[in-house]
Antibody, heavy 123, light 110 residues
């Protein structure tokens, strides 16, 4: 069974930097893109971005560009989501997910999902 | 406001059937495959349906789905208390080059 393993819960103050991670099995890392999805308290799911570990694709939600970055460390099969300055509105559960594509390399489905990383930002 | 519209909640008695709709447009559902996810309270989402109507082997055949035009539908038959969860649809939004989710539908078993 393929598993994506995410880093543990984080508690930050507004303005602090933050990096959360998602580690995938080697074969997943070699063959699939990884996406990040956010769920704010009591809210639905929101796609944040998708990255190809090869470096060939990095698509971040337009509203997040400039405040969040996605990166990869191929040596340890890990994808990161990083903030230079978090805000209270970043308080949410963050999930990573293996991303399956259509023949035309567009999103098709997410499976499996990581267990989630709770991020809490206080002012 | 989500680009995919789902009813906020549906309910039915144990053993009955529920239908959850996901309404979009030509730039999302109309031209791209739909997937469905189940999220039990306190847990992460789980894939239920991919490629509009395909069911992963680990998912019971009580779950089925279809797509027609700019709408998709998830059907759960033989409803069980373990099916109480929130269900989300998702697809690609071509006009914005991003993935969109429906707002989610909470299923209650009476």
């Amino acid at each position: 069974e393929v598993q994506l393993v995410q880093s543990g819960a984080e508690v930050k103050k507004s303005g602090e930097s933050l990096r959360i991670s998602c580690k995938a099995p080697a074969d997943t890392f070699a063959s699939f893109r990884i996406s990040w999805v956010r769920q704010r308290p009591g809210q639905g799911l929101e796609w944040l971005g998708t990255i190809d570990p090869s470096g060939s694709y990095n698509n971040l939600r337009p509203s997040l560009r400039g405040s969040v970055t996605m990166s990869v460390d191929k040596s340890i099969n890990t994808v990161y989501l990083e903030w230079t300055s978090v805000k209270s509105s970043d308080t949410a559960m963050y999930f990573c997910a293996r991303t399956h594509l259509t023949y035309y390399e567009l999103f098709n489905w997410f499976d499996p999902w990581g267990q989630g990383t709770q991020v809490t930002v206080s002012s | 406001q989500s680009m995919l519209t789902q009813p906020p909640s549906v309910s039915a008695a144990s053993g009955q059937k529920v239908t959850i709709s996901c309404s979009g447009s030509s730039s999302n559902i109309g031209d791209n495959p739909v997937s469905w996810y189940q999220q039990v309270p306190g847990t992460g989402p789980k894939l239920l349906i991919y490629d509009n109507d395909k069911v992963p082997s680990a998912i019971p055949d009580r779950f089925s789905a279809s797509k027609s035009g700019t709408s998709a539908t998830l059907v759960i038959t033989g409803l069980q208390t373990g099916d109480e969860a929130t269900y989300f649809c998702a697809t690609w939004e071509a006009s914005l080059s991003l993935v969109v989710f429906g707002g989610g539908t909470e299923v209650t078993v009476l």
